[in-house]
């Protein structure tokens, strides 16, 4: 099974609202990561973990909040956001952090009016 | 970053076969080159990745130069459903797993 999940699909969300995306995988990965979409545009990296730990932070705002509760799930909290952080937030998971290959989850689209 | 260059998009008929290009003249020596692919609306999909070696798995080949500054997708016989943008990067000890997303080769697949 080399399936990752991630729920919601779609989210909609005022800018004074807390919400969470949540995350999955049972490949038992030890590396997991969290990318942004905008449209038209490639993805890129937000955040990093490995272990459980976080090992990567490409600076983020701290308005983006991510979690790694165990080593099957993720989860990026998300509060105070502004509408040009609507985007498509992606969910990957690897073997680790060397030149393994990314599974990527179909993503959460994310609309903050 | 090891940055990479890729023509901004290219075109098959189908059940012909395509070879993308990719050019990754600054790449470390002990990173590997991956190859990944966009559907619409979908997620990144892995392909295939090697260090030196030509590899080939269910979906594609990967043809890699002598020393290692460009490398090949090939898909032996396009279909529709390989309509994409592909993506090429490297990933391994200087980038410590990152993947850098590129702006990628949109492949048309005509029938």
């Known amino acids: 099974d080399t399936e990752v999940t991630q729920t919601p699909k779609h989210l909609v969300m005022g800018m004074t609202n807390k919400k969470s995306l949540k995350c999955e995988q049972h490949?038992?990965?030890?590396?997991m990561y969290w990318y942004k979409q905008k449209a038209k545009k490639p993805p890129e990296l937000m955040f990093v973990?490995?272990?459980?730990?976080?090992?990567i932070n490409e600076s983020v705002p701290s308005r983006f909040s991510p979690e790694c509760p165990n080593s099957s799930l993720l989860n990026l909290h998300l509060h105070a956001l502004q509408p040009e952080d609507s985007a498509l937030y992606l969910c990957?998971?690897?073997?680790?952090?060397?030149?393994?290959?990314?599974?990527f989850g179909p993503g959460t689209r994310l609309t903050v009016t | 970053d090891a940055k990479t260059t890729q023509p901004n998009s290219m075109e098959s008929n189908e059940e012909e076969p395509v070879h993308l290009p990719c050019n990754h003249s600054?790449?470390?020596?002990?990173?590997?080159i991956h190859w990944y692919r966009q559907l619409p609306s979908q997620g990144p999909e892995y392909v295939i990745h090697?260090?030196?070696s030509n590899v080939n798995n269910r979906m594609a080949s990967l043809a890699i130069a002598e020393d290692r500054k460009s490398s090949t997708l090939i898909l032996h016989r396009a279909t529709l459903r390989d309509a994409a943008v592909y993506y090429c990067?490297?990933?391994?000890?200087?980038?410590?797993?990152?993947?850098?997303f590129g702006r990628g080769t949109q492949l048309t697949v005509w029938p």
């Open positions: 490949m038992g990965h030890r590396a």
């Open positions: 600054t790449i470390s020596g002990t990173d590997y």
């Open positions: 990067m490297s990933v391994g000890g200087s980038t410590l797993g990152r993947l850098y």
């Open positions: 090697g260090l030196t």
């Open positions: 973990y490995s272990y459980e730990k976080l090992s």
């Open positions: 990957a998971s690897s073997q680790g952090v060397g030149g393994s290959e990314q599974y």
